[in-house]
């Protein structure tokens, strides 16, 4: 006789509104020599994650380690050995393509090159890296302007890209077959977001300033140049009065009051810059769909959230980012869109952050413009994913976090309205895992799970993956410039109902609110 099965412990039309939690990985788990050197240690903190709920974990696959013994010459062993630990205990993964340098941007602890055959072919030319007004080269990630252009042993920056995914594919296929692997998330630029690298601490760069625009080397200004000419107006050239860094945006003629922004060749050139980047986006996430097509996976993509300056009339920092996003035009819709083409998630940054515990000089508005990105995307019908910018063990952060993950609150009756596909949390460190955060952790982690127990059956929760679809048709430059049509954000609430209520700081305060009276 059978055994009778186990009755489920899940709350069908609840555990629709389930959100699973996924772990960003140390960044220099495979060392810059392609070795997977502390096994022990991180056998015991996955282990750990596991039991704790988490269902899965996001890791960097760094080209530069990969492919650094020069072209084509690809070792994945390290890499092997580190998914083989993940499957072992239970957890899924997020496989970054990381295709930028790490060192230089915030949290970066370890310092990771592109490959060093790349960096020699930038010793000759230069301006494969992005340029700043002022000349600077920025080394984290190769400009768009040689995306088609065959200056690396004959192959374009594209051809790179794809060949290293295509190896992936091939060498990691066991583990895709598995259904190990759900996610392929493809760097499309510094930090792996699909951004120019207009703020970087390694130029001087220091929060909040407006940052620069990155299009001064000689493949994008000549590309400008034409796009110029092309419109009838060969006299106009790349900006030169946008400041510098850390400039504010009152200071600068293009971005200050009545600015060159709001010109017509302003708008022409901010139109141009911005386009680049979300054709670039789209030329990559072309690649990625040949090479994992049929793959039961999803491909995604990252955007940063650039919060500083988004209450002033210009955003500055977002149009250096190459976001061009205004009260009266969505600068993030047409990246959604483009996104839907693939079939790929949209993943946003800055999920914890409250205006409140912002600078007020630096006009931030993190609530708002995470209302804006999400519900563009759901408007899109993309899945929208997200992370947290900025590493918080405290409860008001989660809090915010499983806010955005659902801002209508928990359906009784099933899928509600808007819900997020899934959130990384970054990232796993000793620092996570002590008794107090921990505890934290994993309280939130059973919220993001509308309190129902780990999942493993992704078709429960409705996140059944099937074999990856051929990307759609390219759009048009008419489809993306619909798409800027600014749209009210969905109603959002003031706090979530699935709360993580943080005991000892509660106990805390009342403590202090207690002594306030003796005083």
Not at 31 to 46: A, G, I, R, T
Not at 119 to 138: A, Q, S, V
Not at 204 to 215: A, Y
Not at 505 to 513: C, D, E, S, Y
Request: hydrophobic share 35%; proline share 5%; with cysteine.
């Amino acid at each position: 006789m059978q055994a009778p099965t186990a009755p489920s412990t899940y709350n069908e039309k609840i555990l629709a509104n389930y959100v699973p939690v996924y772990v960003m990985l140390p960044l220099g788990v495979i060392s810059n020599d392609n070795v997977f050197e502390d096994q022990p240690k991180m056998e015991k903190q996955l282990k750990e994650l596991r039991a704790a709920g988490v269902d899965g974990v996001m890791v960097d696959v760094w080209w530069g380690i990969v492919e650094s013994k020069g072209p084509k010459q690809y070792d994945w062993s390290a890499y092997r050995s580190l998914f083989a630990l993940v499957q072992e205990c239970g957890l899924k993964l997020q496989a970054i393509m990381s295709f930028h340098r790490c060192g230089g941007n915030v949290g970066d602890e370890v310092t990771i090159p592109l490959p060093q055959w790349v960096l020699d072919i930038g010793e000759t030319d230069p301006d494969i890296f992005y340029t700043n007004r002022k000349g600077n080269r920025n080394k984290e990630y190769l400009t768009i302007g040689v995306d088609n252009q065959p200056l690396f042993d004959g192959r374009t920056a594209v051809q790179l890209y794809s060949d290293y995914m295509k190896s992936f594919r091939e060498n990691m296929s066991d583990f895709i077959e598995a259904g190990l692997i759900i996610d392929i998330e493809v760097g499309l630029g510094p930090a792996g977001e699909l951004r120019y690298p207009s703020y970087t601490g390694t130029q001087g760069w220091v929060f909040p300033g407006i940052g620069e625009f990155q299009c001064y080397d000689k493949y994008l200004e000549a590309e400008f140049k034409g796009a110029a000419t092309g419109a009838g107006h060969p006299e106009w050239g790349l900006p030169d009065n946008a400041g510098e860094y850390n400039d504010t945006p009152g200071s600068t003629e293009f971005f200050g009051l009545n600015g060159t922004y709001m010109t017509e060749k302003g708008k022409f050139f901010l139109t141009w810059y911005s386009n680049k980047l979300i054709n670039h986006g789209d030329e990559i996430l072309d690649e990625a769909n040949r090479a994992f097509l049929g793959c039961k996976v999803k491909l995604a993509a990252k955007v940063a959230g650039i919060h500083w300056w988004y209450k002033s009339p210009s955003h500055a920092a977002e149009l250096t980012s190459g976001y061009y996003n205004l009260k009266d035009r969505d600068g993030y819709r047409p990246i959604a869109r483009m996104l839907s083409r693939h079939y790929a998630i949209f993943n946003f940054t800055c999920l914890e952050m409250r205006d409140s515990e912002q600078r007020a000089d630096a006009k931030c508005g993190p609530q708002e413009l995470v209302q804006q990105v999400l519900s563009g995307g759901w408007r899109e019908e993309v899945e929208v994913a997200g992370e947290n910018a900025l590493s918080r063990y405290d409860s008001n952060g989660y809090n915010q976090m499983l806010l955005n993950a659902r801002p209508s609150g928990i359906s009784r009756e099933g899928l509600p309205k808007q819900i997020m596909y899934g959130v990384t949390y970054l990232r796993l460190s000793d620092e996570l895992l002590k008794d107090k955060n921990f505890k934290i952790f994993k309280t939130f982690v059973k919220k993001m799970h509308a309190d129902q127990d780990y999942c493993a059956d992704l078709g429960m929760y409705n996140h059944q993956i099937g074999p990856l679809e051929r990307s759609k048709p390219k759009l048009v430059m008419e489809d993306l410039l619909e798409a800027t049509k600014p749209m009210e954000p969905f109603p959002w609430g003031e706090e979530t109902d699935m709360k993580v209520d943080d005991f000892d700081g509660v106990l805390a305060n009342l403590i202090r609110k207690l002594f306030s009276l003796f005083k």
